[in-house]
């Protein structure tokens, strides 16, 4: 599945079920990762194939590598402190490999660090 | 975008907090928009310059405006008939599809269903992604910020604003089609049909209950 082809593909490596991180990158331009789920944690619902990094296409690179890409998982709860609704909602989005890491085993100290304040004032999702 | 006078001088640094981009799809007092008159100006020259034919930018809208929701109903109503099929449609719905002779121009489409404990909703945070070849163009609402960051946020009270109460023991799913999938969900058949054939039971679903925002109700 994906633009695989004969371009350089990148192995996958989360799996269904895998918690994962998304990281903060910084990056700008067309990128798919909103603003909301960086650094939280979400589980892996499933993989979706691989397919070129939006990030380059937008700008005409076209020679790869596909990157997989997964479904992940958040709680709704674990997004928004204030969210009113059941513990089981959950917000499901599409994910890229290089915005993801596995989670910590330990849960950090305290609460995690948050770009809430990006995020309002003009972090442009 | 406010309700204020101000001079429409274009230059998208005039003090007050809208989006740079929100002018080019609302009209100004004269009734331009913004974006209206540079697609006009840039057709005009692709077509002096012989780059594209009178006719052909109407003929391409009208291809892409050709596929609509009845596209999304046929498929929901094969899968309340045939459960092997509704199996099929979950594990894969781009394929399912192409047995219906439906044609998903989209990396893939990822079928969501609905159940007793379980409410799917679908919205594109980012931009205006949504399953075009099998829904048609996205209605305005499902691109507007509004919805688009409280589909997100509160799913819940967005819900009940479209007039659908989800019980607190069942859970929302909320799909953000941020990237490559597109989404469609697969409503609850209603009580009362059961008796109905397969093209009746597709009059019966409509766009926004394959967004998520409504449900199919009961047959009378």
Not at chain 2, 15 to 22: P, Q, R, S
Not at chain 2, 74 to 101: F, P, T
Not at chain 2, 108 to 134: F, G
Not at chain 2, 142 to 170: M, N, Q, T
Request: aromatic content about 6%; glycine content about 10%.
């Amino acid at each position: 599945m994906g633009a695989a082809g004969r371009l350089p593909v990148m192995r996958p490596r989360f799996d269904a079920g895998d918690r994962v991180s998304v990281l903060e990158l910084g990056k700008p331009g067309h990128v798919r990762t909103p603003f909301y789920v960086r650094r939280r944690e979400g589980v892996v619902l499933h993989r979706c194939g691989s397919y070129l990094n939006p990030e380059e296409l937008s700008v005409g690179k076209v020679c790869g590598p596909v990157v997989p890409l997964y479904r992940v998982g958040f709680a709704m709860t674990d997004l928004w402190d204030d969210y009113r609704g059941s513990p089981a909602d959950m917000l499901c989005l599409e994910l890229y490999d290089h915005w993801l890491a596995p989670a910590a085993a330990a849960p950090l100290d305290g609460e995690p660090a948050r770009d809430d304040e990006a995020f309002e004032h003009g972090g442009r999702p | 975008m406010s309700d204020h006078d101000h001079a429409h001088d274009h230059d998208h640094d005039h003090g007050h907090g809208h989006d740079a981009h929100e002018p080019l799809v609302v009209e100004d007092d004269a009734g331009n928009i913004e974006g209206q008159i540079l697609v006009d100006a840039l057709q005009t020259l692709l077509v002096e310059r012989g780059l594209v034919f009178p006719g052909e930018v109407r003929r391409e809208i009208e291809r892409l405006e050709s596929p609509g929701a009845h596209l999304g109903a046929r498929l929901v109503a094969r899968a309340w008939v045939d459960d092997d099929y509704r199996r099929r449609l979950l594990a894969d719905g781009k394929s399912a599809a192409a047995e219906l002779g439906v044609g998903v121009g989209e990396a893939q489409l990822i079928v969501v269903e609905n159940d007793a404990t379980t409410h799917n909703l679908v919205c594109c945070t980012l931009c205006s992604c949504y399953p075009r070849s099998i829904l048609g163009q996205p209605p305005a609402w499902y691109i507007s910020k509004a919805y688009r960051s409280r589909a997100a946020r509160e799913p819940r009270a967005v819900l009940e604003e479209f007039g659908l109460k989800v019980p607190d023991e069942a859970r929302v799913l909320v799909h953000d089609s941020n990237a490559d999938m597109r989404y469609l969900v697969l409503p609850q058949r209603p009580a009362g049909s059961e008796a109905m054939s397969e093209d009746q039971l597709a009059g019966l679903v409509t766009r926004d209950c394959m967004i998520g925002v409504s449900v199919v109700g009961p047959v009378s």
